[in-house]
């Protein structure tokens, strides 16, 4: 059984930057037919797709192009686990954060629980 | 990438069946077989039921179908239940590499 464990703070400053790290249990984020991915759910965007990183004989990255100069997706495989850094926040970056992955092809099998993250002073 | 088109809400009765339709281009949803669909109750996070257009994982009755015809992908409800009122979103894999989601769809059981 496959599970997504999320982490990182729920408050953010304006102009910072927003890390959550994303552990997995029951799959390898090294997986050949894997994907691992970030997605944000607010009331004014719905549900975004951010990003994701996968492993075809080496690590390939994909990114939303309305964030792709902010963010940045990273692989831990020591620790089966991956990460999203968002630089330069706005409040408009507030949302629910997931990460979510799985059989590539198959879109977004497995989800974490989502965290909250506010960016306010 | 522009969202996917979905109607903001659908509702049926008890065992009626409702349709849920998801409209792309063919940039995303023309081009590719890996549309899905996902269910979301409030304060959960969405559920995989439909992959690759008109798969279904383990565990999700054979009461959801789902299909695709040209730039739009439709998943379908019989059956309705109660525990079946939730928001439904639809997402496509696009010719950038990338995915995109669909506004969502709120499904209400009368």
């Known amino acids: 059984q496959v599970q997504l464990q999320q982490s990182g703070p729920g408050l953010v400053k304006p102009s910072q930057t927003l890390s959550l790290t994303c552990a997995i249990s029951?799959?390898?984020?090294?997986?050949?037919?894997?994907?691992w991915n970030w997605i944000r759910q607010s009331p004014s965007r719905g549900l975004e797709w951010l990003g994701r990183?996968?492993?075809?004989?080496?690590?390939?990255?994909d990114y939303a192009v309305s964030v792709k100069s902010r963010i940045s997706i990273n692989p831990d495989t020591s620790k089966n686990q991956f990460s999203l850094q968002l630089n330069s926040v706005t409040p408009e970056d507030t949302a629910v954060y997931y990460c979510?992955?799985?059989?590539?092809?198959?879109?977004?099998?497995?989800w974490g629980p989502g965290t909250l993250v506010t960016v306010s002073s | 990438q522009s969202a996917l088109t979905q109607p903001p809400s659908v509702s049926g009765s008890p065992g009626q069946s409702v349709t849920i339709s998801c409209t792309g281009t063919?940039?995303?949803?023309?081009?590719?077989?890996?549309v899905s669909w996902y269910q979301q109750p409030p304060g959960t996070a969405p559920k995989l039921m439909i992959y690759?257009?008109?798969n279904r994982p383990s565990g999700v009755p054979d009461r959801f179908s789902a299909s695709k015809s040209g730039n739009t992908a439709s998943l379908t409800i019989s059956g309705l239940q109660a525990e079946d009122e939730a928001d439904y979103y639809c997402?496509?894999?696009?010719?950038?590499?990338?995915?995109?989601f669909g506004g969502g769809t709120k499904l209400t059981v009368l």
């Open positions: 979510a992955g799985g059989r590539a092809a198959a879109g977004f099998v497995h």
């Open positions: 690759e257009v008109n």
């Open positions: 990183t996968y492993y075809r004989s080496k690590w390939s990255y």
């Open positions: 063919s940039s995303d949803v023309g081009s590719y077989n890996r």
């Open positions: 997402s496509s894999f696009t010719t950038s590499s990338t995915w995109v």
């Open positions: 029951g799959d390898s984020v090294s997986d050949n037919s894997g994907a």
